[in-house]
């Protein structure tokens, strides 16, 4: 099973970055993705996940008006759009898999390498 993130990169206030996170191994009509981050000095925390049934769950709400979660099944893959970034959306975003339901912190049966997304003022 390997989780690929990718899409990460330097930019400046107000832009906005495409988040993937490419799944092999096991399928997203079982699994739900979830995306994480975290911030330097920071615990790890939740973003959003796309269940296996294509339903939302938002971990963080400051983040539900910037940043959208989808899924290609086709693709096998999982996207985070996130818009109008802020210095503070600063981090190393991971994803994770978890069979049946959203993937957290502490209950996460795959994590992806992450990738980082610095936010310049």
């Known amino acids: 099973v390997q989780l690929q993130a990718s899409g990460g990169g330097l930019v400046q206030a107000g832009e906005s970055v495409r988040l993937s996170c490419e799944v092999s191994g096991i399928s997203l009509d079982y699994y739900a993705i979830g995306w994480f981050r975290q911030a330097p000095g920071k615990e790890r925390e939740g973003v959003q996940c796309?269940?296996?049934?294509?339903?939302?769950?938002y971990f963080a709400a400051a983040e539900k008006g910037r940043f959208t979660i989808s899924r290609d099944a086709d693709k096998n893959t999982v996207y985070l759009q996130m818009n109008s970034l802020k210095p503070e959306d600063t981090a190393v975003y991971y994803c994770?898999?978890?069979?049946?339901?959203?993937?957290?912190?502490?209950?996460?049966?795959?994590w992806g390498r992450g990738t980082q997304v610095t936010v310049s003022s």
């Open positions: 994770a898999a978890e069979l049946n339901f959203c993937p957290t912190v502490r209950r996460t049966s795959y």
């Open positions: 796309a269940s296996s049934k294509g339903g939302i769950t």
